[in-house]
């Protein structure tokens, strides 16, 4: 079975620093991996996804994520963090193999901004 | 166009009470997901439709728990005798094709509040 590490449940940054969001999969076949993120009493919106192809992706609000198949990674970054930026911030994976294409999450990060 | 739309938005009952939680997807989507917010679970999910094929119901946690999709579109999702234990956001997701590179789009989501 597949599983997601998000390590740490919160992380506080500066406006204006770097912001780094880890992500681990365990899958013996690599799966497509996705980044969402959730703002206060919103649904999902999708940041980005990597399926094929290129393994630094970029995203929407100036994300992007690497995927490291040495490291088993996928983690999300940004170079300068904004104040709308403060969110819950989900990595997630899907079986490339299976015919059911659910999304395994990981327990999710809350990134604070500081002014 | 108009995205995932889930309603109610909020729902509080007794334990006890049957409950049902509506998800309108986006029009066109073949693929339907449920899936289950709650804090000490995290996002987990619960049952998924692909066109006229039958459901994948593998994360329904007890038999209290149904689904059903009424012309490949709307769904509803029906609790019985509901449990403190079921609080939580329901969130419902649709795709275009059910693939799984496809990008799943996620409503605002249902919170139960089981008393």
């Known amino acids: 079975a597949q599983s997601v590490t998000q390590l740490g449940s919160h992380v506080s940054v500066s406006e204006g620093a770097l912001v780094l969001l880890r992500c681990n999969y365990s899958?013996?076949?690599?799966?497509?991996l996705f980044w969402y993120v959730q703002y206060p009493n919103q649904g999902l919106q999708l940041l980005l996804k990597y399926t094929t192809g290129a393994t630094l992706v970029k995203g929407i609000n100036g994300f992007e994520a690497e995927f490291k198949k040495s490291e088993t990674s996928f983690h999300l970054t940004k170079p300068s963090a904004h104040m709308s930026d403060a969110a819950e911030y989900f990595c997630?994976?899907?079986?490339?193999?299976?015919?059911?294409?659910?999304?395994?999450f990981g327990k999710g990060i809350t990134l604070s901004v500081r002014p | 166009g108009a995205g995932v739309s889930q309603s109610p938005s909020n729902k509080v009952t007794e334990k006890g009470k049957d409950v049902e939680l509506r998800c309108d997807p986006i029009s066109g989507h073949t693929a339907l997901y449920w899936y289950r917010q709650s804090l000490g679970q995290g996002l987990e999910f619960l049952i998924y439709?692909?066109?006229?094929?039958?459901?994948?119901k593998s994360g329904l946690p007890s038999d209290r728990f149904s689904a059903e999709r009424t012309g490949g579109s709307v769904s509803t999702l029906t609790i019985q005798r509901t449990q403190q234990e079921d609080s939580a956001v329901y969130l419902c997701?649709?795709?275009?094709?059910?693939?799984?590179?496809?990008?799943?789009?996620f409503g605002p989501g249902t919170r139960l509040t089981v008393l």
């Open positions: 997701a649709s795709s275009l094709m059910g693939t799984g590179t496809d990008t799943q789009y």
């Open positions: 439709f692909q066109g006229n094929s039958a459901p994948d």
């Open positions: 899958s013996s076949v690599p799966p497509y």
């Open positions: 997630a994976v899907r079986d490339r193999t299976g015919a059911n294409s659910k999304l395994t």
